[in-house]
Each structure stands twice: as C-alpha cells, then as structure tokens.
C-alpha cells in the first residue's frame, strides 16, 4: 500500500501561486508515476499533473501546462505541484494519487484525502 497526505491548500487570489506537496509512505514508490488529480464542486475528478519517479518525466493536463510544475523531494520521499497564475477555474480539492496512464486517460490510485485550493476572482 502506498499512503499519501497532501498540504499545501487554502485561499489565494486569482493571479497568485500556491504550492503543494505530498508526502508519501508505504511501498518504494520509485516505479510509480505520482501525480495530482482535482475536483471542482459539480464536476468530474480530472488529471491535472504527473512525476515518473524513476526518470523525472513529467505530464501535464492542457489547463495547466506553463502555469503549474510538478516535482519530485527524493529525500522527503514527496511529489509538489507548484501553481502560478492561478484562475478561478482552478478551484478544487486536489488529490495526490498514484498515476496511471491507460492510454486513453489518466487514473489514479491510491488516494490522498484531499487539500481544498480556493482561487478568488
């Protein structure tokens, strides 16, 4: 089992950043891609960004591509997603999961509890 408990979340204004991280624990997470999933209120959870541990390769949703950058800490054993100029639209709880790539989407695993961000126009 892999266990993962982001922070980072709150309340910023639109245009400002916000950085998340999530610390993982559990199984040896350098074969997993590792990566950040969200949620707006009334919408479908979707990919937002993720980190292949071994290789750093990165993947980005189109949304956020240029705007948010994902990272991996080997030696916190966490994966961060910093956000700048951020919209409204960003709005959501977001996830830190294990990242799978099936081709046709991303799905995740292995979920975190969630850290709401708030973005105020």
């Known amino acids: 089992q892999v266990q993962l408990v982001e922070s980072g979340g709150g309340l910023v204004q639109a245009g400002g950043s916000l950085r998340l991280s999530c610390a993982a624990s559990?199984?040896?997470?350098?074969?997993?891609?590792l990566g950040w999933f969200r949620q707006a209120p009334g919408k479908e959870r979707e990919f937002v960004a993720a980190?292949?541990?071994?290789?750093?390769?990165?993947y980005y949703s189109d949304s956020v591509k240029g705007r948010f950058t994902i990272s991996r800490d080997n030696a916190r054993n966490t994966v961060n997603l910093q956000m700048n100029s951020l919209k409204a639209e960003d709005t959501a709880v977001y996830y830190c999961a294990v990242a799978i790539n099936a081709g046709s989407g991303w799905y995740g695993a292995y979920w975190g509890q969630g850290t709401q961000v708030t973005v105020s126009s």
């Open positions: 559990g199984r040896t997470i350098s074969s997993y891609r």
């Open positions: 980190i292949r541990w071994s290789d750093d390769n990165t």
